[in-house]
């Protein structure tokens, strides 16, 4: 889990949460991809990746003291680097007909980092810190580095990334593909900061922050969400999108993030394990990585079957059930293909020992 120390037996619930949140990920996308817009997703638009960028921030250091620059570079290129590209290449083809994209520019778009944008984002920010770690780790210093980088990440959400004409001309800061990603989606990293940098405090003091696992507590928390979340997107209008670069209303998206994590917390500390979202959270990144081809094929091999029935019941079966029915059954079709990938060809999930065996076998000196 943490490239730079001893293995750790996993916490079933952080996996529990990623799996939710991915499955989030999967609907968010069927609205996208699938449906007419997003219908539903401002329910949970300000957790689903701001949720995992905080679970990025738990998992980036168990010891502070024993963070360094080397160990974070070669956990990114294991588990980001080296996936993305195999990855982003096979996609190519399946890009090109199912999405209508430009070969050019999604050979650009690989090379210039910004094919996948959560998760270079989340291979950038652990160079971010893994550099900030290895010049000074103390509390103070690192909460300072948080600080300068969320600013940047606020000056590109409120500022550049509005102003139009400065990037469109320049085929390196902008892609018709990935419009809100400049290179290396370094952008959408800073942004992520403060979502990572909760993550990364609160393990350091979760023993004196004390979330106590219940499902009252997080019962409690997730309504006080709902019913704010329900304000918000009647009233005040607090968003987050970060493949565009854009947030509205920080201080409500912050709120309701960590309001949310609260009961997450609670609540699966409590349950600790469901044995479908578990694994889905494990291999949270292959699922990301195929959610949007599956929903692709799933949708129009979903419409092919729809238009086999009588109108009568496709139109009483119709709107916001067919994105969540077209959401799971990709989930549920992704499963057998993230098995086989874990049973086979390990080395795309980053998997540690895959790594060495290769690079052993290359006669490389690297230790993974």
Request: with cysteine; net charge positive; hydrophobic share 50%.
């Amino acid at each position: 889990m943490e490239g730079n120390s001893k293995t750790i037996k996993r916490k079933g619930w952080l996996d529990l949460i990623r799996g939710i949140l991915m499955c989030m990920v999967f609907l968010y996308h069927s609205e996208v991809f699938y449906g007419s817009g997003h219908s539903w997703s401002w329910l949970f638009e300000p957790i689903f990746l701001t949720g995992f960028f905080f679970v990025s921030g738990y998992l980036f250091a168990s010891d502070w003291n024993r963070v360094t620059l080397k160990g974070k570079w070669l956990q990114t290129v294991r588990s980001i680097l080296v996936p993305y590209f195999i990855f982003m290449a096979a996609f190519i083809l399946p890009k090109l007909v199912l999405l209508h994209y430009d070969w050019k520019v999604s050979v650009s778009d690989i090379l210039l980092l910004r094919a996948s944008w959560f998760v270079i984002a989340t291979g950038v920010i652990q160079i971010m810190y893994g550099l900030s770690f290895h010049i000074n780790k103390s509390e103070g210093w690192i909460a300072a580095c948080s600080i300068v980088y969320t600013a940047i990440g606020l000056i590109f959400a409120l500022y550049l990334m509005r102003i139009t004409g400065w990037r469109e001309s320049s085929p390196i800061l902008y892609s018709p593909a990935m419009p809100g990603c400049l290179p290396a989606c370094i952008n959408q990293a800073f942004l992520a900061v403060p979502f990572f940098t909760t993550g990364l405090f609160y393990r350091k003091y979760e023993n004196k922050i004390l979330i106590k696992p219940s499902y009252l507590l997080g019962g409690v928390f997730i309504s006080l969400y709902i019913a704010l979340i329900i304000i918000n997107h009647r009233y005040i209008g607090g968003s987050i999108n970060f493949a565009s670069c854009v947030i509205d209303n920080s201080v409500m998206v912050y709120l309701l993030f960590a309001i949310a994590v609260v009961s997450f917390i609670a609540w699966s500390q409590k349950k600790d394990s469901l044995l479908c979202f578990n694994f889905i959270g494990k291999n949270s990144l292959l699922f990301y990585y195929f959610n949007v081809i599956m929903l692709r094929v799933v949708g129009k091999c979903y419409d092919k079957g729809l238009s086999l029935l009588p109108n009568k019941i496709t139109e009483a079966w119709g709107g916001y059930y067919n994105e969540i029915i077209v959401a799971f059954i990709a989930i549920a079709f992704t499963f057998p293909i993230v098995w086989c990938i874990n049973e086979y060809t390990p080395l795309l999930n980053g998997n540690k020992a895959a790594f060495q065996k290769w690079t052993n076998r290359l006669g490389l000196n690297i230790i993974w």
